[in-house]
């Protein structure tokens, strides 16, 4: 259901872009031929047809709406639930540098960042640390 809504959200975008594409268009036209540039009369009736069947398709695209408080929220938190619950262990007791690995400085003009984080399921709390060293 959401993906369909999904799809006839960008639908109706591709068609919005479109018709303003086209109204921009015909905007521009119709200032260069105030201005006389040139007669732009055949031009203009020809995006003037198309803008019309651009808003005709315009009005064709329906764009499904979902009432999450009719499905109710218990779909949500399931929804949620399944995201979040994923079987991993709370933490990972493997050292993270095998034998012969070490940290190394970056090169000459460069930026290392080193990061780490972790997630503990049973108190729900997760830290991350970030540093950036140029030396």
Known sequence: MVNDQMQEKEKRHSAQTEVYY???????????????????????????????????NLATVKVLYIDWDKIGKSFMFDQWFKLNNVLTPDTDRRACLQSGDSWSPPEEGRIKCNIHANWRNASLHSGIAWIARDH
Not at 38 to 51: G, I, S
């Open 22 to 56: 086209i109204s921009d268009q015909v905007k521009l036209l119709e200032e260069m031929e105030k201005k006389a540039l040139f007669n732009v009369k055949a031009e203009k009736e020809r995006l003037q047809a198309k803008l019309l069947l651009g808003n005709e």
